[in-house]
């Protein structure tokens, strides 16, 4: 469960990038054939990148608004049925929400579901005055996560809970 851990910190915090995009209108994201939609605030940047694992490398790919201090990502991975088998939902999710939290502090958690699908909504705070507001699912062996980080108080505002809310689950 190490390698989910690895991965769920990497998406959440390697994944903005520098610099500032210009204000847009909020558009939908849903990449076809993947599985799930949400509403960003502009056009996302999409990235995808090899992540090593315990059970070697992981595509991964991002899709993500950087909007300074404020970052919107939603990311999905397929890992090998082998590296599931035996492990329940709620163990997957207990591990990338561990590795989520790291050494920073798991300020809420809230064990919810999605299309009938176990899932996890949790709220970090980081040292460095940030919160991570993360929305987090498995299904068969694809992990999909919505991650909202800005200034901590932003967690509460408009944009990020549209952001969160809007995430959702839909066929392939």
Do not use: C
Not at 38 to 52: G, H, K, N, V, Y
């Amino acid at each position: 469960m190490r390698f989910l851990s690895r991965l769920a910190v990497i998406v959440a915090f390697a994944a903005i990038p520098a610099g500032n995009q210009a204000l847009a209108q909020w558009v939908e994201h849903k990449p076809a054939g993947i599985g799930y939609r949400i509403e960003m605030p502009a056009a996302p940047q999409i990235q995808s990148r090899d992540i090593p694992t315990a059970v070697g490398p992981i595509k991964t790919t991002m899709a993500l608004v950087d909007r300074g201090p404020i970052g919107f990502i939603v990311s999905h991975n397929d890992y090998p049925k082998e590296a599931l088998e035996g492990k329940s939902p709620d163990a997957l999710l207990d591990g990338i929400r561990s590795g989520q939290v790291g050494s920073h502090t798991l300020r809420d958690e809230q064990r919810i579901t999605m299309s009938g699908h176990p899932a996890r909504h949790i709220v970090i705070d980081t040292a460095q005055g940030q919160v991570i507001v993360s929305r987090i699912v498995v299904v068969e062996a694809r992990l999909f996560q919505a991650v909202y980080v800005g200034p901590k108080g932003t967690e509460d505002s408009d944009d990020a809970k549209r952001f969160i809310n809007s995430f959702q689950l839909v066929d392939r």
